[in-house]
């Protein structure tokens, strides 16, 4: 028996249909993910579900006490207490007492007194009796596995750690149904794994919406998209689905452009003489009619944003150069002894814990943050596009176009001189839409604006701060597409491990003691590179540890840097011998002794530097060569 049914379900919040008629069924150890572009209704339908919206049209069934618990994208107003009494009110009848016991417990920490203690013992007793000792453990092991400080006051928190308590709220309620809305959004990749894991063993029946595709790769048995009011639902898992979808839409494309090719035909004959006109079919003119009727309502699929980078002048082959470089913060090591060098063209991911220090790492490799210890070198003509992750480089009480736009009513893009309205279509905003505020945004349409701002400059040095947050997925392959293309240098700190096994060349990964290790390739490539070096290795890559031994007598492979260096060797001889050419045609020109002076003897002891260069860098291409 399903747990719940939905039947024709409309919703139009006073415009076009949100939900034009959708049905839709949950059975028990359904793991559901909601997909569909930005702004079709995935969170709203996720509310109707949980009962926090009232329909218009249709009805809900749901099984007699099913409970269901939902952590929306939104925090809701008016939630008060410490993160412990916040999560442990999601166990019920058992969250007030065993918020006394954590209070009172707390209390004794501090004060020690006889009487604290007999209370503390009472309460113990009480929650023995009725079982809430083995909730207790559980809050406290949810609550550490998503790094959440128990005394903390929920108010003065982060509006992401917020979102990570309400998940830890709704994870121990346990219910018959849990709906997440972009449960990733904030997590690093270790919670998110842990969160997989715990999703997959403690919970049955699942709805979710998630940008992330590896995510929904490891936990749907079915996907369902929302499109053009429509919910278009398969009982396969995300892989499959891409598959389905694409034939079903080629489908629709071939059958619309035979629709709209008879369209033509019935319309042209129509217009035809008097002659036609007086023995036409009285059917045929209400069949055509019909088809323009069914033309004008139908809902064409949403556009695909058409998103440009502007590039700067190359910047020079150095980007940054790092040099033992340590930083700590408050005495703790975020940064300890790291050496690097990032050249033009490197894709770099920066991996880590929340709180390691991703995104000190970039103020340092940028230069905003000087060094405690070290050096880091910044190359020349650097022209840098920062996207940050909080997004606070956008103004909420202005309108979509002020953000943008800055005051101007138009863009030079690429050299050409665009209407900011136009401009921001290329990024799905209508021109209504435009001149709304920040405020009113989806998460998913913030992040977009951001693109939009960030985007009218020029850049050779793109700096990405999880980029990924609240894109739907077709924004996210475009944006992919967009940064493979990119001839600059790009720094992207991202959670999304298909995002970043799709664009970056190598990794940095801050383990939160400090450490930074340099890997080549993306988040995949790490995974098997961690589980060869050390029997430490990240805990989603333990199957591979157990395959993946090294072997003794194996010819020594060439680290990042000596491939790195390889790759460059050719360029740089090239330019020793260019520089060499041109010396010796200056050398070789008659006019030059003229009026040279000193300069020949300078031209001649540069020669003999660059024939110890050319030597040098020919040798050790030899050296790499036979190591490769």
């Not at 405690?372 to 910044?378: A, E, I, P, R, Y």
């Not at 988040?523 to 157990?546: F, G, H, I, N």
């Not at 330019?575 to 200056?586: D, F, K, S, V």
């Amino acid at each position: 028996m399903a747990l719940i049914t939905l039947r024709d379900i409309t919703l139009a919040f006073g415009g076009p249909p949100l939900f034009d008629g959708i049905s839709l069924q949950i059975e028990p150890g359904d793991r559901l993910c909601l997909l569909g572009r930005n702004g079709t209704g995935k969170s709203t339908l996720l509310r109707l579900v949980a009962g926090e919206l009232p329909l218009e049209g249709g009805e809900i069934q749901r099984q007699q006490g099913l409970r269901l618990a939902l952590v929306s994208q939104e925090v809701p107003q008016g939630i008060d207490g410490t993160v412990f009494d916040v999560v442990a009110s999601g166990m019920g009848n058992a969250a007030e007492l065993l918020a006394e016991y954590h209070r009172v417990a707390h209390l004794l920490s501090q004060e020690g007194s006889a009487a604290l203690l007999a209370e503390l013992e009472g309460l113990q007793h009480k929650l023995e009796e009725g079982g809430g000792w083995s909730l207790h453990q559980e809050v406290e092991r949810v609550l550490n596995r998503l790094h959440l400080d128990a005394e903390a006051g929920f108010s003065a928190l982060s509006g992401g750690t917020k979102r990570r308590v309400l998940l830890a709220k709704a994870l121990i309620a346990a219910p018959d149904i849990l709906l997440l809305d972009e449960p990733t959004n904030h997590l690093d990749i270790d919670t998110i794994l842990w969160l997989e894991e715990f999703l997959l063993r403690q919970v049955r029946t699942l709805i979710f919406v998630t940008h992330d595709r590896a995510f929904a790769r490891r936990l749907a048995n079915r996907v369902a998209e929302l499109d053009r009011g429509r919910i278009y639902a398969f009982a396969c898992g995300y892989d499959e689905f891409v598959e389905r979808r694409e034939a079903l839409l080629l489908a629709e494309v071939t059958r619309q452009a035979l629709f709209d090719k008879k369209l033509a035909q019935e319309e042209a004959w129509v217009r035809q003489g008097i002659k036609a006109r007086r023995t036409r079919n009285e059917g045929r003119v209400r069949a055509l009619k019909n088809l323009r009727e069914e033309h004008r309502q139908r809902r064409e699929r949403l556009g695909t944003a058409r998103i440009q980078l502007q590039e700067a002048e190359r910047s020079g082959r150095l980007v940054a150069e790092v040099e033992d470089v340590s930083f700590a913060y408050d005495g703790r090591p975020i940064i300890a002894n790291l050496t690097t060098t990032i050249m033009r063209g490197d894709r770099v991911g920066i991996i880590g814990p929340n709180g390691s220090g991703k995104t000190t790492l970039l103020r340092l490799l940028l230069g905003e943050l000087a060094p405690d210890l070290g050096t880091v070198k910044q190359g020349a003509r650097l022209e840098i596009v920062y996207f940050d992750q909080m997004r606070e480089q956008l103004d909420p009480d202005r309108s979509v176009q002020e953000n943008v736009g800055e005051g101007n009513d138009t863009l030079v893009i690429n050299g050409i001189s665009r209407h900011i309205i136009g401009y921001l279509q290329d990024f799905l905003f209508s021109p209504e839409r435009a001149r709304s505020p920040v405020s009113i945004l989806s998460g998913g349409e913030r992040n977009r604006l951001l693109l939009a701002k960030l985007f009218t400059k020029p850049s050779n040095v793109l700096v990405m701060d999880e980029p990924t947050n609240d894109l739907d997925a077709e924004t996210l392959d475009l944006l992919e597409d967009l940064l493979l293309e990119y001839s600059g240098t790009l720094l992207l700190v991202s959670h999304d491990r298909e995002f970043l096994n799709n664009v970056v060349g190598s990794t940095l990964v801050l383990t939160g003691d400090g450490t930074v290790r340099e890997y080549v390739g993306g988040y995949d490539d790490w995974l098997r590179q961690a589980a060869v070096e050390t029997p430490a290795a990240p805990a989603a890559s333990k199957p591979a540890q157990e395959k993946a031994r090294p072997q003794k007598g194996r010819p020594r492979k060439l680290s990042f840097k000596e491939e790195r260096e390889l790759a460059a060797l050719p360029d740089l001889i090239a330019g020793l011998e260019e520089e060499q050419g041109r010396l010796h045609a200056t050398l070789a020109d008659p006019g030059f002794y003229k009026s040279a002076g000193a300069e020949v003897g300078e031209i001649n002891a540069r020669l003999d530097e660059l024939e110890q260069e050319l030597a040098a860098a020919y040798a050790r291409w030899e050296e790499l060569e036979a190591l490769g």
